[in-house]
């Protein structure tokens, strides 16, 4: 079956800490992107990726980074200098382009700062 | 900066009856409009996308645009308490391939 996953589903953080979320996708699409929601809010995209080894800052990408050695991959990393990085967080993918092309998502990894 | 926005409801409908959701954009140039369901603590899910003035029928569903307007709705007929869930409206806006999102409405179908 084609899809995306993600890993881990909770991810519990300690302040000061580092940690990567997972986000693998078989669906052979170039274009992935990540989005954190907050409670009551819609997605804000936090970075995004149209090709391997080339990815753009999104609206909040502040304290994160990302990477993109494979097309199936694109791992989040939650650094310490994001503040208030308690959240839901969403990875997606689609065919890149302008038109009506879907975003695909997984199920999505749920973050809390102890 | 581009805009979509929601009414954030709760918007509560009995079984059986039509819900209406509604989503106004900012971006004249948009052209393309997704609806989204998303369950509470799950991923959100396609329902249906639209990039043609009028009306887009897909079952229960019904995407109706209006780019004069800058106003796109989301119908869901024969409402089912499990179509309980929050709708979030993506548009994309011409020359761009990200979509912006709106907040989203919670949709409440109570027996």
């Known amino acids: 079956d084609g899809g995306i996953t993600q890993s881990p589903k909770y991810l519990f953080r300690k302040e000061g800490q580092n940690v990567t979320l997972s986000c693998e996708q078989n669906?052979?699409?170039?274009?992935m992107y990540w989005y954190r929601q907050d409670p009551g809010q819609g997605l804000r995209l936090i970075y995004y990726?149209?090709?391997?080894?080339?990815?753009q800052k999104g609206d909040i990408a502040e304290g994160y980074s990302v990477s993109r050695e494979k097309k199936e991959s694109f791992p989040l990393t939650v650094t310490s200098a994001q503040k208030n990085p308690t959240a839901f967080y969403l990875c997606?993918?689609?065919?890149?382009?302008?038109?009506?092309?879907?975003?695909?998502f997984g199920p999505g990894t749920r973050l809390t700062v102890l | 900066q581009k805009e979509v926005e929601q009414n954030s409801g709760p918007l509560s409908v009995p079984e059986g009856a039509i819900a209406s959701l509604n989503c106004t954009y900012s971006?004249?140039?948009?052209?393309?409009f997704f609806w989204y369901r998303q369950y509470s603590g799950k991923s959100p899910e396609l329902i249906m996308f639209?990039?043609?003035?009028g009306d887009k029928e897909d079952g229960r569903f019904t995407a109706q645009l209006n780019k004069a307007s800058q106003y796109v709705s989301l119908l869901i007929r024969d409402s089912q308490p499990s179509d309980s869930a929050t709708y979030l409206c993506?548009?994309?806006?011409?020359?761009?391939?990200?979509?912006?999102f709106g907040r989203g409405t919670s949709l409440i179908v109570h027996p």
């Open positions: 990726s149209q090709i391997v080894n080339d990815f």
């Open positions: 997606a993918s689609s065919i890149p382009g302008q038109g009506n092309n879907e975003q695909f």
């Open positions: 971006d004249r140039g948009s052209q393309s």
């Open positions: 639209i990039y043609s003035n």
């Open positions: 993506a548009v994309k806006a011409g020359g761009s391939y990200i979509p912006t």
């Open positions: 669906l052979n699409h170039d274009a």
